[in-house]
Protein backbone atom coordinates (compact mmCIF):
# COMPACT_ATOMS: atom_id res chain seq x y z
CA UNK A 1 0.00 0.00 0.00
CA UNK A 2 1.32 3.64 -0.85
CA UNK A 3 1.23 5.67 2.44
CA UNK A 4 0.95 8.81 0.16
CA UNK A 5 -2.56 7.46 -1.03
CA UNK A 6 -5.32 9.05 0.83
CA UNK A 7 -9.33 8.40 0.04
CA UNK A 8 -11.67 11.29 0.61
CA UNK A 9 -15.66 9.55 0.96
CA UNK A 10 -18.38 12.39 0.61
CA UNK A 11 -21.16 11.40 2.87
CA UNK A 12 -22.95 14.43 3.41
CA UNK A 13 -25.78 14.55 0.97
CA UNK A 14 -29.32 13.90 1.85
CA UNK A 15 -30.94 12.15 -1.01
CA UNK A 16 -34.03 13.37 -1.39
CA UNK A 17 -35.12 11.39 -4.57
CA UNK A 18 -35.45 8.47 -2.71
CA UNK A 19 -37.87 9.54 -0.16
CA UNK A 20 -39.62 8.42 1.98
CA UNK A 21 -36.46 6.12 2.76
CA UNK A 22 -33.86 8.77 2.49
CA UNK A 23 -34.66 11.54 4.77
CA UNK A 24 -32.86 14.51 6.34
CA UNK A 25 -32.38 12.58 9.40
CA UNK A 26 -31.06 9.66 7.62
CA UNK A 27 -29.97 9.83 3.85
CA UNK A 28 -29.56 6.95 1.59
CA UNK A 29 -26.03 6.58 1.92
CA UNK A 30 -26.82 5.12 5.71
CA UNK A 31 -29.18 2.64 4.34
CA UNK A 32 -29.10 -0.85 3.03
CA UNK A 33 -31.34 0.47 -0.17
CA UNK A 34 -29.85 -2.81 -2.44
CA UNK A 35 -30.89 -5.87 -0.03
CA UNK A 36 -27.27 -7.02 0.35
CA UNK A 37 -27.13 -6.28 4.84
CA UNK A 38 -24.79 -3.46 3.94
CA UNK A 39 -25.35 0.13 4.08
CA UNK A 40 -24.17 2.58 0.65
CA UNK A 41 -21.51 4.11 3.09
CA UNK A 42 -20.39 1.15 4.31
CA UNK A 43 -19.83 -0.64 1.08
CA UNK A 44 -18.01 2.29 -0.54
CA UNK A 45 -15.71 2.38 2.77
CA UNK A 46 -14.70 -1.59 2.49
CA UNK A 47 -14.21 -0.89 -1.30
CA UNK A 48 -10.98 0.70 -0.29
CA UNK A 49 -9.92 -0.98 2.79
CA UNK A 50 -8.01 -3.40 0.24
CA UNK A 51 -5.75 -1.04 -1.12
CA UNK A 52 -5.49 2.38 0.77
CA UNK A 53 -4.27 2.27 4.80
CA UNK A 54 -6.99 2.24 6.74
CA UNK A 55 -5.76 5.66 8.24
CA UNK A 56 -5.92 7.00 5.06
CA UNK A 57 -9.27 6.69 4.70
CA UNK A 58 -11.41 9.99 5.56
CA UNK A 59 -14.77 10.46 5.50
CA UNK A 60 -16.57 14.09 5.23
CA UNK A 61 -20.42 14.32 6.03
CA UNK A 62 -22.67 16.87 8.38
CA UNK A 63 -22.09 16.65 11.78
CA UNK A 64 -25.66 15.91 12.29
CA UNK A 65 -24.50 12.43 11.21
CA UNK A 66 -21.37 11.91 13.48
CA UNK A 67 -23.24 9.05 15.11
CA UNK A 68 -24.43 7.30 12.15
CA UNK A 69 -21.56 7.08 10.66
CA UNK A 70 -19.67 5.87 13.74
CA UNK A 71 -22.33 3.40 14.50
CA UNK A 72 -21.74 1.73 11.06
CA UNK A 73 -17.92 2.40 10.49
CA UNK A 74 -16.81 0.74 13.65
CA UNK A 75 -12.86 2.10 15.13
CA UNK A 76 -12.76 5.55 12.57
CA UNK A 77 -10.39 7.86 14.26
CA UNK A 78 -11.56 11.44 15.23
CA UNK A 79 -8.84 12.90 13.07
CA UNK A 80 -10.51 10.73 9.75
CA UNK A 81 -14.31 11.82 10.58
CA UNK A 82 -14.81 15.38 9.12
CA UNK A 83 -17.97 17.19 10.15
CA UNK A 84 -19.21 20.39 8.71
CA UNK A 85 -21.33 22.31 10.55
CA UNK A 86 -23.44 23.33 7.24
CA UNK A 87 -24.60 21.93 4.37
CA UNK A 88 -22.45 23.84 1.48
CA UNK A 89 -21.85 21.74 -1.76
CA UNK A 90 -18.84 19.78 -2.84
CA UNK A 91 -16.21 22.05 -3.56
CA UNK A 92 -16.03 23.47 0.35
CA UNK A 93 -16.06 19.57 1.62
CA UNK A 94 -13.34 18.77 -1.20
CA UNK A 95 -11.06 22.12 0.17
CA UNK A 96 -11.66 20.70 3.59
CA UNK A 97 -10.39 17.52 3.43
CA UNK A 98 -8.24 18.21 1.01
CA UNK A 99 -6.09 21.54 2.87
CA UNK A 100 -6.33 18.90 6.52
CA UNK A 101 -4.81 16.14 4.72
CA UNK A 102 -1.88 18.16 2.78
CA UNK A 103 -1.16 20.12 5.79
CA UNK A 104 -0.09 16.68 7.03
CA UNK A 105 1.30 15.09 3.92
CA UNK A 106 1.82 17.79 1.07
CA UNK A 107 2.89 14.66 -1.08
CA UNK A 108 -0.46 13.14 -0.86
CA UNK A 109 -2.60 12.14 -3.66
CA UNK A 110 -6.29 11.67 -3.31
CA UNK A 111 -9.34 9.58 -4.66
CA UNK A 112 -12.72 11.44 -4.21
CA UNK A 113 -15.38 9.27 -3.97
CA UNK A 114 -19.35 10.08 -2.89
CA UNK A 115 -20.41 7.47 -0.36
CA UNK A 116 -23.66 6.33 -2.38
CA UNK A 117 -22.95 5.13 -5.71
CA UNK A 118 -23.48 1.54 -6.84
CA UNK A 119 -20.26 0.12 -8.43
CA UNK A 120 -20.64 -3.45 -9.51
CA UNK A 121 -17.19 -4.48 -11.00
CA UNK A 122 -15.22 -3.41 -8.31
CA UNK A 123 -11.74 -4.91 -9.31
CA UNK A 124 -12.12 -2.82 -12.61
CA UNK A 125 -13.11 0.34 -10.66
CA UNK A 126 -9.82 -0.57 -8.50
CA UNK A 127 -7.51 -0.78 -11.49
CA UNK A 128 -9.02 2.39 -12.85
CA UNK A 129 -7.94 3.89 -9.73
CA UNK A 130 -4.65 2.85 -9.83
CA UNK A 131 -3.80 3.61 -13.13
CA UNK A 132 -5.41 7.46 -12.22
CA UNK A 133 -3.29 7.96 -9.58
CA UNK A 134 -0.24 6.83 -11.12
CA UNK A 135 -0.59 9.83 -13.28
CA UNK A 136 -1.72 12.41 -11.42
CA UNK A 137 0.98 11.47 -8.78
CA UNK A 138 3.53 12.37 -11.53
CA UNK A 139 1.49 15.39 -13.36
CA UNK A 140 -0.32 18.53 -13.19
CA UNK A 141 -3.61 16.69 -13.68
CA UNK A 142 -7.37 16.67 -12.05
CA UNK A 143 -8.64 13.20 -13.25
CA UNK A 144 -12.24 11.64 -13.20
CA UNK A 145 -14.39 8.51 -14.36
CA UNK A 146 -16.77 8.82 -17.21
CA UNK A 147 -18.43 6.40 -17.52
CA UNK A 148 -20.14 5.23 -21.45
CA UNK A 149 -24.02 6.27 -21.19
CA UNK A 150 -26.64 3.75 -22.08
CA UNK A 151 -29.25 6.34 -22.33
CA UNK A 152 -30.23 10.37 -22.87
CA UNK A 153 -29.89 10.78 -18.83
CA UNK A 154 -30.80 14.11 -17.42
CA UNK A 155 -29.55 13.54 -13.86
CA UNK A 156 -26.61 13.19 -14.36
CA UNK A 157 -23.33 15.16 -15.53
CA UNK A 158 -21.42 14.51 -19.43
CA UNK A 159 -17.68 15.37 -20.18
CA UNK A 160 -17.12 15.56 -23.65
CA UNK A 161 -13.99 14.22 -24.47
CA UNK A 162 -10.79 14.92 -27.01
CA UNK A 163 -10.52 11.29 -28.74
CA UNK A 164 -7.25 10.09 -29.55
CA UNK A 165 -5.30 7.13 -27.94
CA UNK A 166 -4.31 8.23 -24.78
CA UNK A 167 -5.47 6.14 -21.89
CA UNK A 168 -6.32 9.30 -19.73
CA UNK A 169 -7.83 11.55 -22.55
CA UNK A 170 -8.13 15.30 -22.46
CA UNK A 171 -11.96 16.70 -21.16
CA UNK A 172 -13.17 19.16 -23.59
CA UNK A 173 -16.31 20.06 -22.17
CA UNK A 174 -18.37 19.66 -18.63
CA UNK A 175 -22.39 19.98 -18.66
CA UNK A 176 -24.36 19.63 -15.86
CA UNK A 177 -27.73 17.54 -16.24
CA UNK A 178 -28.84 18.85 -19.28
CA UNK A 179 -32.23 19.14 -20.97
CA UNK A 180 -33.22 15.84 -22.62
CA UNK A 181 -33.03 17.20 -26.31
CA UNK A 182 -29.09 18.17 -25.59
CA UNK A 183 -28.99 14.97 -23.75
CA UNK A 184 -29.79 12.89 -27.00
CA UNK A 185 -27.62 15.05 -29.33
CA UNK A 186 -24.51 13.80 -26.92
CA UNK A 187 -25.36 10.39 -26.94
CA UNK A 188 -25.89 10.41 -30.70
CA UNK A 189 -22.18 12.46 -31.06
CA UNK A 190 -20.17 9.36 -29.11
CA UNK A 191 -17.84 11.38 -27.60
CA UNK A 192 -19.38 12.12 -24.46
CA UNK A 193 -19.42 10.20 -21.26
CA UNK A 194 -21.40 10.58 -18.16
CA UNK A 195 -19.42 12.28 -14.99
CA UNK A 196 -19.58 9.69 -11.82
CA UNK A 197 -18.59 12.40 -9.49
CA UNK A 198 -15.34 10.48 -8.83
CA UNK A 199 -12.10 12.68 -8.63
CA UNK A 200 -8.03 11.81 -8.68
CA UNK A 201 -5.24 14.18 -8.27
CA UNK A 202 -2.79 15.07 -5.61
CA UNK A 203 -2.61 17.17 -3.09
CA UNK A 204 -0.22 20.10 -5.12
CA UNK A 205 -3.00 20.08 -8.09
CA UNK A 206 -5.74 20.49 -6.42
CA UNK A 207 -4.97 23.05 -4.01
CA UNK A 208 -3.17 24.90 -7.17
CA UNK A 209 -6.58 24.63 -8.69
CA UNK A 210 -8.52 26.18 -5.52
CA UNK A 211 -5.91 28.79 -5.56
CA UNK A 212 -6.77 30.02 -9.13
CA UNK A 213 -10.60 29.52 -9.53
CA UNK A 214 -11.51 29.76 -5.74
CA UNK A 215 -9.28 32.16 -4.44
CA UNK A 216 -11.86 32.99 -1.59
CA UNK A 217 -11.98 28.85 -0.43
CA UNK A 218 -8.35 28.73 -1.12
CA UNK A 219 -8.08 30.79 1.73
CA UNK A 220 -10.82 30.18 4.16
CA UNK A 221 -9.35 26.58 4.40
CA UNK A 222 -5.40 27.61 3.93
CA UNK A 223 -5.70 29.64 7.22
CA UNK A 224 -6.25 26.04 9.20
CA UNK A 225 -3.13 24.63 8.56
CA UNK A 226 -2.50 25.35 11.99
CA UNK A 227 -5.60 24.17 13.54
CA UNK A 228 -5.98 20.70 11.70
CA UNK A 229 -5.19 17.60 13.83
CA UNK A 230 -5.95 19.63 17.34
CA UNK A 231 -8.33 20.34 20.04
CA UNK A 232 -9.26 23.84 17.59
CA UNK A 233 -10.11 22.35 14.83
CA UNK A 234 -13.63 22.35 14.89
CA UNK A 235 -14.03 25.75 16.28
CA UNK A 236 -11.82 26.76 13.25
CA UNK A 237 -14.21 24.78 10.89
CA UNK A 238 -17.46 26.21 12.18
CA UNK A 239 -15.97 29.58 11.18
CA UNK A 240 -14.63 28.76 7.58
CA UNK A 241 -17.74 27.57 6.70
CA UNK A 242 -19.87 30.38 7.76
CA UNK A 243 -17.83 32.33 4.89
CA UNK A 244 -18.04 29.51 2.49
CA UNK A 245 -19.74 29.64 -0.97
CA UNK A 246 -22.26 27.29 -1.44
CA UNK A 247 -20.63 26.12 -4.80
CA UNK A 248 -19.66 22.68 -6.20
CA UNK A 249 -16.33 21.27 -7.52
CA UNK A 250 -18.18 21.13 -11.10
CA UNK A 251 -18.97 24.63 -11.16
CA UNK A 252 -15.89 25.96 -9.24
CA UNK A 253 -13.05 24.43 -10.51
CA UNK A 254 -13.19 21.59 -13.13
CA UNK A 255 -15.43 23.71 -15.59
CA UNK A 256 -12.70 26.04 -15.00
CA UNK A 257 -9.38 24.37 -15.64
CA UNK A 258 -7.74 23.54 -18.16
CA UNK A 259 -5.87 20.62 -16.81
CA UNK A 260 -8.82 18.19 -16.60
CA UNK A 261 -8.62 14.27 -17.92
CA UNK A 262 -11.03 11.96 -17.97
CA UNK A 263 -10.14 8.08 -17.96
CA UNK A 264 -12.80 6.20 -19.34
CA UNK A 265 -14.15 2.93 -17.58
CA UNK A 266 -16.73 0.67 -17.13
CA UNK A 267 -17.25 -0.12 -13.69
CA UNK A 268 -20.77 -0.75 -13.19
CA UNK A 269 -21.74 2.26 -11.76
CA UNK A 270 -24.55 3.82 -10.90
CA UNK A 271 -25.95 6.94 -8.73
CA UNK A 272 -28.96 5.39 -7.12
CA UNK A 273 -30.02 8.69 -7.66
CA UNK A 274 -34.02 8.09 -7.94
CA UNK A 275 -36.30 5.45 -7.56
CA UNK A 276 -36.16 4.14 -11.53
CA UNK A 277 -32.87 3.85 -11.14
CA UNK A 278 -33.03 1.49 -8.37
CA UNK A 279 -35.44 -0.31 -9.74
CA UNK A 280 -32.60 -1.17 -12.86
CA UNK A 281 -30.15 -2.58 -10.76
CA UNK A 282 -32.66 -4.24 -8.05
CA UNK A 283 -33.47 -8.07 -8.56
CA UNK A 284 -36.52 -8.74 -10.41
CA UNK A 285 -39.27 -11.14 -11.11
CA UNK A 286 -40.22 -12.48 -14.49
CA UNK A 287 -42.68 -9.51 -14.81
CA UNK A 288 -40.19 -6.88 -14.09
CA UNK A 289 -41.49 -6.07 -10.54
CA UNK A 290 -38.30 -5.06 -7.90
CA UNK A 291 -40.41 -6.59 -4.74
CA UNK A 292 -39.45 -7.55 -1.12
CA UNK A 293 -40.34 -10.87 -0.16
CA UNK A 294 -43.11 -9.53 2.26
CA UNK A 295 -44.96 -8.42 -1.22
CA UNK A 296 -47.32 -10.11 -3.49
CA UNK A 297 -48.07 -9.51 -6.95
CA UNK A 298 -50.95 -10.13 -9.03
CA UNK A 299 -51.20 -8.74 -12.47
CA UNK A 300 -48.59 -6.23 -11.61
CA UNK A 301 -45.67 -5.16 -14.15
CA UNK A 302 -42.50 -2.90 -13.84
CA UNK A 303 -42.79 -1.78 -9.97
CA UNK A 304 -40.68 -1.21 -7.05
CA UNK A 305 -41.91 -2.03 -3.65
CA UNK A 306 -40.13 -1.40 -0.78
CA UNK A 307 -40.97 -1.54 3.29
CA UNK A 308 -40.22 -1.28 6.39
CA UNK A 309 -42.71 -1.98 8.57
CA UNK A 310 -45.39 -4.13 6.89
CA UNK A 311 -45.44 -7.32 7.35
CA UNK A 312 -47.82 -8.10 3.69
CA UNK A 313 -47.77 -5.73 0.45
CA UNK A 314 -50.19 -6.79 -1.42
CA UNK A 315 -50.66 -5.21 -5.32
CA UNK A 316 -52.79 -6.22 -8.11
CA UNK A 317 -53.15 -4.47 -11.62
CA UNK A 318 -50.05 -2.38 -10.96
CA UNK A 319 -47.69 -1.03 -13.90
CA UNK A 320 -44.52 0.79 -13.33
CA UNK A 321 -45.58 2.04 -10.00
CA UNK A 322 -43.63 2.78 -6.64
CA UNK A 323 -44.55 1.80 -3.49
CA UNK A 324 -42.31 3.04 -0.90
CA UNK A 325 -42.60 2.87 3.18
CA UNK A 326 -40.39 4.13 5.92
CA UNK A 327 -41.38 4.94 9.68
CA UNK A 328 -44.85 5.09 8.74
CA UNK A 329 -44.37 7.62 5.69
CA UNK A 330 -46.22 5.66 2.48
CA UNK A 331 -45.52 7.20 -0.70
CA UNK A 332 -47.53 5.39 -4.02
CA UNK A 333 -46.49 7.20 -7.26
CA UNK A 334 -45.38 6.19 -10.94
CA UNK A 335 -41.69 4.89 -10.71
CA UNK A 336 -40.26 7.55 -12.83
CA UNK A 337 -41.71 10.42 -10.81
CA UNK A 338 -38.53 12.13 -9.93
CA UNK A 339 -39.47 15.88 -11.00
CA UNK A 340 -42.36 15.01 -9.06
CA UNK A 341 -41.40 13.60 -5.87
CA UNK A 342 -39.18 16.50 -5.38
CA UNK A 343 -42.26 18.56 -5.44
CA UNK A 344 -44.28 16.30 -2.86
CA UNK A 345 -41.11 16.84 -0.89
CA UNK A 346 -40.79 20.65 -0.45
CA UNK A 347 -45.14 20.09 0.15
CA UNK A 348 -44.64 18.07 2.97
CA UNK A 349 -41.94 19.75 4.49
CA UNK A 350 -44.39 23.17 4.08
CA UNK A 351 -47.75 21.91 4.77
CA UNK A 352 -46.38 18.86 7.51
CA UNK A 353 -43.03 20.04 8.81
CA UNK A 354 -39.45 18.71 8.74
CA UNK A 355 -40.33 15.99 11.07
CA UNK A 356 -41.30 13.93 7.20
CA UNK A 357 -38.81 14.23 5.71
Known amino acids: ?24 TKPKQFHDILGVGKTLLQMTYERFLSKFPRENIFIVTNKDYEGIVKDQIKGIGSDQLLLEPYKRNTAPCIAYASYK ?12 A ?40 TGYGYIQYIPDSATIKKVKTF ?9 KKFIESGDFVWNAGIFIWSAKSILKAFEEYLPDLAEIFNEGNTQYYSSNERLFVNKAY ?43 DRYDNALDENVM ?6 NIVTTDRSDLVVIQDLHDFLVAE ?15 IKEIVNSVKLKKGDSFI
Request: charged share 25%.
Open 326 to 340: ENGIILICKKDAEKE
Open 297 to 302: SFNSTG
Open 242 to 284: SHSPNISIDFGVMEKADNVKVLLTDIGWSDLGNWESLHEIREK
Open 1 to 24: MNNNNYVIIMAGGTGTRLWPVSTS
Open 101 to 112: IASKNPDANMVI
Open 175 to 183: TEKPEIGLA
Open 114 to 153: PADHLILKEDIFLQSVAVALDSASKNDQLITLGMHPNRPE
